[in-house]
């Protein structure tokens, strides 16, 4: 069976720790983290299936060290690839932005060639406008964490989350195989 690569940028360890909560949920075993400060185009054409982790900054930024390697994402063939996404931002404080970093990468990812799994409703979540929102859908292009402002139910969203990953992966073992946790 083929592993699952998931590469996120963190610079205040939230993100890191998501992508850390989905590797227990999905299984070490089946899952390799990557900071993506630390990698290079090659690792990511190592895998077939991908997950990627940002954070949305300020006022719509990418988070720095997603920044620096656009570029190089930018150059990726994602043709033939499956990407789920999970982005991290404050739906109160940043509102008019919530998200857009994710919805930034998926664009260039469909522009790739890759094809985006893991689509996320948008219910239960109050803000004005995102990238990452698909127009008319009342779905995001990924899973929608916000650590600021509903931390509190960032576990049960990355244990249903990760079941339906697992399902549009088709992981062996399915959701079946998929751990639940309450952390």
Known sequence: MSRIGLFYGSDEGNTEAVALRIQ????????DVHDIADVTQLEIADYERLMFGIPTWDFGQIQSDWEEFWEDVEEIDFSGKTVALFGLGDQFGYGDYFLDAMGMLHDVIVARGGAIVGHWSTEGYEFEASKAEIPGEGKFVG????????EEMTAGRLN??????????????????VGQLDD
């Open 143 to 150: 899973l929608a964490i916000d650590e600021d402002q509903q």
């Open 24 to 31: 227990a949920r999905l299984g070490e075993d089946r899952v």
């Open 160 to 177: 249903r989350w990760c079941r339906q990953i697992a399902e549009e992966f088709g992981l062996e073992g399915g959701a079946d195989g």
